[in-house]
């Protein structure tokens, strides 16, 4: 674990009042994991990572000025995007692939990388959003970057992106129009995952907050290069800062009641 960082914080301005979140970044491991018993080549499949979404996090972070967090070590070893109690936290077969290490797994090794990896990055994603809040003196919108396969078991998917969401529409809808005003995208709600699950990201700092917020699933095969990052970047970077202007966008929303 020396020297293994389990999130990475880019700082921006937080009186923008949004944070980006990329929870699958990176296929990293720290050394005295392994390779968790896998060959090489399952660590550059998505599997292991979310395809494309460091740089295009990067460069929004950059483009746009705001901070965000980006998750460093790989979905394989335990993800980030699920409950403490969900029964795939830690992943024993993947798209046909076991992972040796992962079983069996002793309660104490799933504890201890609930304490080293997931924890900790959710711990840095509250202060992130928790400070943007104290420093702009509103609730942030929060988008979540994620990345899907062109297909799923021998089936394509047309969506070029999806956009997923739980109770709150707000966000989900407005960013749904935005991409929708572009006649060649083919934009998903709530495709091709449903948004509401219990104990994610989204739900754990967003969903039981009131925060506003969606989670943004692009196409890997749209930004597996740096022609492809830059052009989603182009397209996002102008929607996101429109966003941050909508007011609706910086109020806390719970059981239907809305407060600023």
């Known amino acids: 674990m020396s020297g ?16 980006i979140l990329a929870d699958h ?7 005295e994991y392994g390779d968790l018993g896998l060959p090489a080549g399952a660590f550059s499949r998505h599997i292991a990572y979310d395809i494309g979404v460091e740089d295009v996090t990067r460069k929004l972070s950059e483009r746009l000025g705001v901070p965000a967090v980006l998750g460093c070590f790989s979905r394989l070893l335990i993800d980030p995007n699920r409950g ?10 993947s798209d046909g692939m076991v992972i040796p290490a992962n079983h069996p797994l002793s309660a104490e090794e799933r504890e201890r990388r609930l304490n080293l990896f997931h924890r900790p990055y959710h711990d840095a994603v509250s202060t992130v959003i928790a400070e943007t809040w104290r420093k702009a003196d509103k ?51 709530n495709e091709p995952y ?27 095969d749209l930004i597996g290069d740096a022609v492809g990052v830059d052009s989603w970047v182009d397209r996002l970077a102008p929607i996101l800062s429109d966003l941050t202007g ?7 929303e719970l059981h239907g009641s809305r407060v600023s």
């Open 84 to 93: 403490e109690d969900d029964p795939t936290l830690i992943m024993k077969l």
């Open 25 to 31: 970044a990176m296929n990293r491991l720290p050394d």
């Open 246 to 252: 909508q007011p609706e966008l910086h109020e806390v």
């Open 194 to 220: 449903d948004g509401a699950l219990r104990g994610d990201t989204m739900h754990r700092h967003c969903s039981m907050t009131g925060l506003p917020h969606a989670l943004l699933e692009i196409r890997q």
């Open 139 to 189: 609730p942030p919108l929060v988008i979540s970057i994620h990345s899907f396969t062109p297909a799923w078991k021998g089936v394509p998917r047309p969506w070029h992106a999806g956009i997923l969401w739980d109770t709150d529409p707000r966000a989900a809808q407005a960013l749904i129009n935005a991409l929708g005003m572009d006649p060649a995208l083919v934009v998903g709600d």
């Open 4 to 19: 293994f960082q389990p999130f990475e914080i880019i700082p921006g301005d937080p009186h923008h009042s949004l944070v």
